[in-house]
DNA sequence: GCTACAATTGACTTTTACGTAAATAAAATA
DNA sequence: TATTTTATTTACGTAAAAGTCAATTGTAGC
């Protein structure tokens, strides 16, 4: 595994500019190293990244995300925390289990507006 | 199935201001009857409203939702239209499985933090 | 017909998540 | 060494999705 990416390596891997990555950076999400003002991003960097964007994708916020991430560096820490995180977790998990839910409806929608679709078509006499 | 609902039932049931549902009205989204000039909302528009907030919770902005409802709404049309129409729901559809993807991964990481949550209590000799 | 209260409308504000541009510096290349 | 290229910082801008507030307008009960 590499030990550093640039910024622009980074966009280009991940389709993102470098205004975006720079403001994850300014939120606290990651924290690349520097070689005098240039950026180095190391594979937790890296990892960071792909957690945030995949956040995204599902329609946390930033602020969510920065829960999440909080989240999963935060052992070692005293009992009552502990238990605190843990229902953190919890709660998340029900969140994604929501989402999972609205994504099997989604789909299953999505199927019947595709077989209207192809009635139709075989109406309208279309081969194939 | 009830005739009608109020605004503010549907604020009640669904935990939404009134504003956001005018909004959508708005936005074209739903389009509620009128009585005078009061809002009547019929099942189809409590329909409407249930996918809205489905599509909101997994991160597809108005635009993306309102092209999920035309879509829904689309048939009659002609041959190339549905084709086109079809290419959009399998769109829709690859969308729906890599958040899906993400959702797997994100609940796995979960399980992670959890397992190393409470390792961590029994380190610190939690009993239960 | 008056009062109380719910609903509507329109304008303005706020928050989030970046985009864009300008100025500067450092690094790479010719 | 001159010239691109690449990166940084700072600052202002913007679009989406509502929230908030004020001024009206209906309308239900008495």
Known sequence: MRDFYTITELTKEFGISTRTIR???DEGLIKPVRRGRTRLFRPVD???LKLI???KRLGFSIAEIREIIEMYKAPPGEAGQMRLLIQK???RREELYQKRRDIEETLN???NAE???L???A???VGK
């Open 46 to 48: 890296r990892g960071l």
């Open 53 to 55: 964007l995949r956040g």
């Open 123 to 125: 109406e309208l006499g």
């Open 89 to 91: 977790v919890n709660e």
């Open 23 to 25: 403001f994850y950076e």
């Open 119 to 121: 009635a139709r078509m």
């Open 109 to 111: 929608e999505l199927d």
């Open 115 to 117: 077989e209207a679709c």
